[in-house]
């Protein structure tokens, strides 16, 4: 069975720092691109972070560039979200994907509350 279980999510300050975790199951996670989406209510689910396979490349959404880093480890079958500065924008359910050439999977997503 696919599973892929995020945690680390919670309530934080502005200016605060929160680090996702994803870990994986069920597939052969060093071939998937993961990704990190969220959702904000009333939004689109966006695409906030990619990290390719071997994590030799990864891209951002602008408006988490230079606060946000994107890793994972394939011993570990996990992806990593890194947020520093956060800011209320960031309020949303964050959602762990894997997209490879045999399956797209996603996870049921950690709530991420940015709030004073």
């Known amino acids: 069975e696919v599973q892929l279980v995020e945690s680390g999510g919670g309530l934080v300050q502005p200016g605060g720092s929160l680090r996702l975790s994803c870990v994986a199951s069920?597939?052969?996670?060093?071939?998937?691109?993961m990704k990190w989406y969220r959702q904000a209510p009333g939004k689109e689910r966006e695409l906030v972070a990619a990290i390719s396979s071997t994590g030799g490349y990864t891209n951002y959404a602008d408006s988490v560039k230079g606060r946000f880093t994107i890793s994972r480890d394939n011993a570990k079958n996990t992806v990593y979200l890194q947020m520093y500065s956060l800011i209320p924008e960031d309020t949303a359910v964050y959602y762990c994907?894997?997209?490879?050439?045999?399956?797209?999977?996603w996870g049921q997503g950690t709530q991420v509350t940015v709030s004073s």
């Open positions: 069920g597939f052969t996670f060093s071939r998937y691109y």
């Open positions: 994907n894997a997209v490879g050439a045999l399956g797209n999977y």
